[in-house]
T-cell receptor, first 110, second 115 residues
Framework: GENVEQHPSTLSVQEGDSAVIKCTYS??????FPWYKQELGKRPQLIID?????GEKKDQRIAVTLNKTAKHFSLHITETQPEDSAVYFC?????????FGTGTKLQVIP | GAGVSQSPSNKVTEKGKDVELRCDPI?????LYWYRQSLGQGLEFLIY????????KSGLPSDRFSAERTGGSVSTLTIQRTQQEDSAVYLC?????????????FGPGTRLLVL
């Protein structure tokens, strides 16, 4: 199947701490792994993505790691700020439909 | 340029009525997707259009749901005989259409409330 499990469903961190969200998938054909951020009342927007030919990608305070053998990928946010508070969705796909995770509500406490 | 737009932004209807939701994708994007997001929940895939190919309707929850895309641009999602469980935010997204490995740009959504 094309299921993707995302954990945790909610996450609270102190401002400045790191946050990690993990997703596992079952479809071995998946080779594209995007992450979307959805602020309250707004539309989801892509923040970072990774393809299966690399194991890690970083963009400022955000990084994504991929372990294709174990079929899991993670989002890492360092030095969290209040504006990082949002719902984060992982997704995976290839030449099939993209499947989204159930989301993680991140709250950064000032 | 302009992003993905959707209309109406909000729709309140009575149970049993039909509704039409509209999506205008980004100009030049050949791929278009519809998702449903219930309150506090994830993104539920509904349907996918790619160019002139037959749409992937595998996510439509029942035969009350249908969608079309005229001229490869604007799309309309129709829900017939609405039920209360249809209440949700309906999101449309578009992408360039070279494949699934590309960024999806979401519209602001239509918030549907069925009374």
């Amino acid at each position: 199947g094309e299921n993707v499990e995302q954990h945790p469903s909610t996450l609270s961190v102190q401002e400045g701490d790191s946050a990690v969200i993990k997703c596992t998938y079952s479809d071995s054909a998946s080779n594209y792994f995007p992450w979307y951020k959805q602020e309250l009342g707004k539309r989801p927007q892509l923040i970072i993505d990774i393809r299966s030919n690399v194991g890690e990608k970083k963009d400022q305070r955000i990084a994504v790691t991929l372990n294709k053998t174990a079929k899991h990928f993670s989002l890492h946010i360092t030095e969290t700020q209040p504006e990082d508070s949002a719902v984060y969705f992982c997704a995976h796909g290839g030449y099939q439909k993209v499947t989204f995770g159930t989301g993680t509500k991140l709250q950064v406490i000032p | 340029g302009a992003g993905v737009s959707q209309s109406p932004s909000n729709k309140v209807t009575e149970k049993g009525k039909d509704v039409e939701l509209r999506c205008d994708p980004i100009s030049g994007h050949t791929a278009l997707y519809w998702y449903r997001q219930s309150l506090g929940q994830g993104l539920e895939f509904l349907i996918y259009f790619q160019g002139n190919s037959a749409p992937d309707k595998s996510g439509l929850p029942s035969d009350r749901f249908s969608a079309e895309r005229t001229g490869g641009s604007v799309s309309t999602l129709t829900i017939q005989r609405t039920q209360q469980e249809d209440s949700a935010v309906y999101l449309c997204a578009s992408s360039l259409g070279r494949g699934w490995e590309e960024t999806q740009y979401f519209g602001p959504g239509t918030r549907l409330l069925v009374l």
